[in-house]
């Protein structure tokens, strides 16, 4: 008989790939998706530990499932809870004593083993099994293939944990050393992802451009020597990767972005605060002006290159004027989205033992003032789209009936109606489609777009290798 997971996932986009990985694993043992914990026969809470109160956010979820569990139990059903990711690796044993009904705590590098802890879960009920090793061999040796599809904009984990150490992040902690998956396998797993629909691929890491993945001839190669390989296979129209370290964008890397028109024309480099002190005590272990430096090496081979970043307000001792150089850095850069957030401690790092730490009013008011400025960078951004003709991929249907979604080379979803009376039918798009669109209006987060009058004179924006792709 068929049984089912509900997989919650918080966090970010390593998160949602290690989520489809768990369905993956636990596939082969019977388990299908279900949409809710209450048609679940098993329950993984795959878990981030990045923001404050995570924790207590799983204890409070956790707190809802024991209910459905007794309740299962009762009717002679079995409900197995099992806790996964950063929250799991960080609370270890102390989440088995708090909450007792918990079957599995299963750190991040350790979710290819969720079969066994279940068997030692049902074996032995009353203590739960718990596994947060960060063990010698990679998990990614023992996990099989991707099998789901992902569509058609897919997501790829090539590294994994972080060497980085800032002051104020637990994921060093959480996720352990930096690992890369060999090159080769790194290939297989895109190709197998372009056979089954995938147009564009986001290659995930903690610190992905820190990748060092070993090639079959022994050498080692770097994100940029990657990128090529992956610009190489037939079918893959796009390529992206996420998050980025400002110290491992190496020459290869920037060449890359020069060179190989599949790389998109959008990055996310994080530089947290534009204040040099600042900088040090998060020990980011790079200056404002060297980010400076680095945005202009990039654009200087990719003029249209746009950048996204994260910002942390309110970190420990951040003065009115460090926080005045973080907006200046901001308009220097100019930004096409961000992600800002105030500085929240993480017991066991560094930074939440300093001293000065931020009052919340101030914090608040920083955020706001910061957040403020990012909006109208991205406004300005998202306004001068209009008019202009982009390459959108197109990879889910809209809300509205007759509308397509896709994405332009930046990133922004871009919304076009395909029934056009006397113009487009539905034969002529579809989705897995990247055409030219021309864009008739800009909101907060999208773009509206519509594809232009044949014949007609549009002035182009490309930003993308290839011009037209329809699939047969
Ligand atoms: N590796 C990436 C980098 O180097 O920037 C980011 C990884 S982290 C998962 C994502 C973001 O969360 C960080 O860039 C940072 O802005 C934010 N973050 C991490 N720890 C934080 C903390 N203690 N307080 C506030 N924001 C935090
Ligand atoms: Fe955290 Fe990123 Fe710094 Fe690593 S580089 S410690 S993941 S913020």
Redesign the pocket.
């Known amino acids: 008989m068929t049984k089912r997971v509900y997989i919650k996932t918080y966090g970010c986009q390593m998160n949602e790939y290690d989520s489809a990985r768990m369905a993956d694993v636990l596939a082969p043992l019977g388990f299908a998706a279900a949409d809710s914990p209450e048609e679940a026969d098993m329950v993984v809470l795959n878990t981030c530990h990045i923001r404050e109160k995570a924790a207590e956010k799983v204890y409070s979820e956790l707190g809802r499932l024991s209910r459905l569990k007794r309740q299962r139990r009762a009717a002679g059903g079995e409900f197995l809870i099992a806790v996964a990711g950063c929250v799991a690796q960080a609370e270890g044993e102390e989440m088995l004593r708090r909450a007792p009904f918990v079957d599995i705590v299963c750190g991040p590098q350790a979710y290819h083993r969720l079969p066994e802890l279940m068997e030692r879960a049902r074996n032995e009920p009353a203590r739960g099994a718990i596994d947060t090793d960060f063990p010698a061999e990679s998990k990614f040796d023992h996990l099989p293939e991707a099998a789901a599809p992902q569509g058609i904009a897919a997501f790829l984990s090539v590294q994994e944990g972080?060497d980085?150490?800032?002051t104020f992040?637990v994921?060093?902690y959480t996720r352990g050393a930096e690992l890369s998956r060999p090159a080769a396998a790194v290939l297989a797993e895109a190709r197998r992802l372009v056979a089954q629909g995938a147009r564009e691929i986001t290659l995930l890491g903690?610190?992905v451009n820190a990748y060092h993945g070993e090639a079959t001839d022994g050498s080692s190669w770097g994100l940029g020597r990657l990128v090529r390989a992956l610009a190489a296979i037939d079918g893959l129209w796009r390529i992206r990767y996420t998050t980025s370290?400002p110290r491992d964008m190496d020459d290869a890397l920037i060449a890359a972005h020069r060179d190989v028109p599949q790389l998109m024309p959008f990055l996310h480099l994080p530089v947290q605060s534009g204040s040099d002190p600042v900088l040090e005590r998060m020990n980011r272990r790079h200056t404002a002006d060297d980010y400076r430096r680095l945005v202009e090496r990039l654009r200087s081979g990719r003029p249209d290159l746009a950048l996204s970043s994260d910002f942390i307000v309110g970190f420990p001792g951040e003065s009115d004027a460090d926080f005045v150089a973080t907006l200046r850095l901001i308009e220097d850069v100019g930004y096409a989205q961000s992600f800002s957030f105030k500085y929240s401690p993480r017991p066991g790092t560094p930074a939440a033992d300093m001293p000065d730490q931020v009052p919340e009013p101030v914090k608040a008011a920083r955020l706001a003032e910061l957040q403020a400025l990012l909006k109208r960078q991205q406004d300005r951004f998202n306004h001068a789209a209009v008019g202009q003709v982009m390459t959108v991929l197109f990879d889910r249907p809209g809300r509205l009936p007759g509308q397509l979604v896709g994405r332009s080379p930046w990133l922004q979803p871009v919304h076009v109606p395909v029934h056009v009376p006397g113009h487009v039918n539905d034969a002529t798009l579809g989705l897995g489609m990247m055409r030219e669109v021309r864009i008739v209006a800009s909101h907060a987060n999208s773009l509206a777009g519509a594809l232009p009058e044949p014949g007609g004179q549009e002035a182009s924006r490309s930003g993308a290798a290839v011009l037209e792709h329809v699939p047969a």
């Open positions: 972080c980085k150490f800032c992040c994921v060093p903690q610190n370290h």
